[in-house]
């Protein structure tokens, strides 16, 4: 007797072997047979006949270390097929707290009324899991996070005690279950780190035999030194390296793809573990002030502010930026209502409405908005991005965290990724445009990412493996959320089954919180 069987799916097993017609049998958490199941019963039988079966998918760059807490039921993530997400990328992660990290935790804790309380990441992942969680969470440590424990927001190197303090931290949170630590070299205070303080990190995390995943120190103009920064990285500690959401930002800069792909070819055939990933989309999100250079963030955010308000500087940051495209930053969110009309508006377009110059405008909606505004940058390529997808070491990730259509975690217009990452790929580039084989796009989404992370009984489709499933039709899978109206779900995707329960059922979510808290053994 089953808890539940799946019956004449098409099997997709995540491994890049092609597809098969079988019968899936569960019990309890884990997929218990895979074959022919003519006879056996089981408490719910799913009919999967025309569709494929395929492992849940891995989100291996997301942010929803606070969106979890706010809103256990992730349908943002679970109804794109997301069973697992990696959190605590780009150098900020729910713990370790103290100090300025706890101060700026707090913060943005106070932005969705959370009163939970919070310093190591045990602490952290107790309260994550005491709940149910709508998805698997897979934690790293984010780097801004043991430096602004530690170091503060200053613009300096990191003193030896410093280091070891923060090697300390890290070794700490790496033997309470945490898979890696992250960095966000563009953002203080990652920003103000010299290489080697990140090679005394990553030894420490190659000694856990755990990953680092790097937002690099520029994707655009510094795109090649900064690729050969995380390379360097991985040389000096021997860590396993994987640079987040790759690619070419800034017209001017397209061409650097070519030598991108050298680099790390080099590196993989010089037997450096790199490999990489990215979301489907040649649009990027992040906060409005990351188009300001890392000297102004020295100090936190009344600094940052300090400055902008400050004539000569102001005066001389409007220099570096003049040359700066307007037309391809779109303000995605407001933090006062009284600019909520700008979502949706380029900053150029914005601009002429309240007749000023562009960079004076963002200069005095940053101050006015304490830079807590958000922004989506039109700024890569597409051909690019399809050359990115097919190599064979990148992987897919949202970059986005867990969301809602309505309810607190509605914030201004966020990036469509956040609702349609994954079925854009089955859709666009492997449907439509056949950039991508299906068999290609599940493993980059399933079973790669798995091992990549060390998930090893998770992202294949085989007896004994936790039953994280997707039941989906190709044929009809594709994304609905749009730059302007984001909050849409996708489609085609029939259900999902998250540690054995039926998370969608018939594309209706059934509001368990089967999820769990995945700790690094």
């Known amino acids: 007797m089953y808890d539940l069987i799946i019956k004449d799916g098409l099997i997709m097993d995540g491994t890049g072997r092609p597809s098969f017609s079988a019968d899936l049998g569960i019990k309890g958490e884990r997929i218990y047979f895979v074959g022919g199941l003519e006879r056996a019963e089981a408490e719910h039988v ?40 990696v959190g605590g990328n780009c150098g900020f992660s729910g713990a370790p707290a103290r100090g300025e990290a706890q101060e700026r935790l707090e913060s943005r804790k106070a932005i969705y009324g959370l009163t939970s309380s919070w310093t190591s990441l045990e602490e952290y992942l107790r309260i994550l899991e005491s709940k149910g969680l709508g998805i698997n969470f897979v934690p790293l440590i984010g780097h801004g996070n043991l430096r602004a424990s530690v170091v503060g927001y200053e613009n300096r190197a990191a003193r030896p ?63 090649v030194e900064a690729i050969t920064e995380a390379l360097t990285t991985a040389r000096g500690s021997g860590v396993k390296l994987q640079i987040s959401h790759l690619k070419t930002a800034g017209r001017k800069n397209h061409y650097k ?36 250079p890392p000297r102004v963030y020295e100090g936190g955010i009344e600094e940052e502010i300090s400055r902008l308000k400050d004539p000569p500087t102001r005066q001389r940051l409007k220099k570096e930026l003049e040359d700066a495209d307007w037309d391809e930053v779109m303000i995605s969110g407001a933090a006062r209502n ?21 960079v004076d405008f963002l200069f005095d909606l940053l101050i ?33 965290s867990a969301r809602h259509d309505k309810g607190p975690l509605v914030e ?110």
Not at 48 to 75: K, N, Q
Not at 341 to 352: D, H, L, V
Not at 370 to 385: G, Q
């Open 257 to 292: 793809i070519d030598e991108v792909f050298r680099l790390i070819n080099e590196a993989l055939t010089e037997g450096i573990d790199v490999a990489t990933d990215r979301y489907p989309y040649t649009a990027g999100a992040t906060d409005l002030d990351a188009v300001l």
């Open 46 to 85: 799913i009919p999967a006949e025309g569709l494929m079966v395929s492992p849940g998918f891995i989100d291996v760059h997301g942010h929803s270390d606070l969106t979890l807490l706010v809103d256990r039921s992730t349908p943002s993530k679970i109804r794109q097929g997301i069973t697992t997400e």
């Open 338 to 358: 009284e600019n909520k009309w700008m979502e949706g508006k380029r900053i150029s377009e914005a601009a002429e409405f309240q007749k000023t110059d562009p």
């Open 368 to 400: 006015e908005e304490k830079a807590r505004t958000s922004a989506i940058f039109f700024s890569m390529s597409e051909s690019n991005l399809r050359r990115i997808l097919r190599q064979p070491y990148c992987m897919i990730g949202s970059d986005a």
């Open 412 to 521: 201004g217009k966020v990036h469509p990724r956040t609702f349609g990452a994954f079925p854009r790929v089955l859709a666009k580039y492997v449907r439509e445009e056949k950039e991508l084989s299906l068999e290609e796009a599940i493993h980059k989404m399933t079973g790669q990412p798995a091992a990549r992370f060390g998930l090893s009984d998770r992202g294949i489709i085989e007896e004994g493996m936790f039953a994280d499933l997707v039941i989906f039709d190709p044929e009809i899978i594709k994304d609905t959320a749009t730059y302007q109206s984001p909050y849409q779900y996708p489609e085609g995707i029939e259900y999902v089954i998250l540690n054995g329960r039926i998370a969608i059922n018939k594309g209706i979510p059934t509001g368990l919180l089967s999820g769990k808290v995945i700790r690094k053994r």
């Open 161 to 223: 005690e410093e280091i070891e303090e923060m090697r300390s931290l890290l070794a700490r949170a790496l033997e309470e279950g945490a898979f890696g630590f992250s960095s966000g070299l563009l953002y203080p205070p990652g920003c103000f780190t010299p290489t080697e303080e990140l090679i005394a990190l990553a030894r420490i995390a190659a000694d856990f035999k755990g990953i680092y995943t790097s937002h690099i120190r520029g994707e655009g103009d510094h795109l």
